[in-house]
């Protein structure tokens, strides 16, 4: 078995995943293909168990023959290829199917080959890691955006209306010296006068 590199000159992979429980299928390009739950992953299967799934659960990583391998990434409950656990790096064939533990998700290689014109994809930033967290088809995160949201609103609009109190008792006070012939110093912070 040919032994598994990162070589920067490697060439970049393209594979698609078919999980056939769910029909999904996922797309990854690069010479380090990562999956698991983890965000840092490229495939993070649908409703993969915390108890089975780590969160960099395999990688698929180009070899010194120039194919693409899987490997365990140390994960807990080990990664099978073809009902085998993987114990060092395998090569894949179309139709080989990777299973995440035992009992775990399935994923079958429905395609696989090099894509020279594709440059090796980068780290996701901060901004695009938030918009593919927003696009998952999950409504507890959505639900959980709309409530960071509700909260930056309801911070700007107490933020504004305490400004707003500020220059207003700071107006009413230059209004009534103005009227009374005062000799004022204006106070920035000071708290507007109470009234009643």
Partial sequence: MAAVT???AARAYGITLLD???????????????I??????????????????????AELTVSLAGGL????????????LNDERVTTAVPLRLGDRITLGPGGPVLIVAGLGTAPEMPV???MGLIARALAWARKDSRRKVGWLLV???????????????VYRLVSA????MERAQRTGEVVIPTLWAAPPRRG
């Fill in 6 to 8: 990162d070589r920067p």
């Fill in 20 to 34: 056939p429980r769910t029909g999904r299928h996922y797309e990854a390009r690069g010479v380090c293909i990562r």
């Fill in 36 to 57: 698991g739950r983890g965000h840092e992953c490229d495939v993070q299967p649908v409703d993969a168990p915390e108890t089975v799934v780590s969160r960099i659960h």
């Fill in 69 to 80: 391998a899987v490997r365990d990434a140390g994960s807990k409950h080990g990664t099978f």
């Fill in 121 to 123: 994809a980068r780290r």
């Fill in 148 to 162: 960071i949201l509700v909260a930056l609103i309801l911070l700007l609009a107490g933020a504004l209306s305490g």
């Fill in 170 to 173: 700071q107006v009413e006070q």
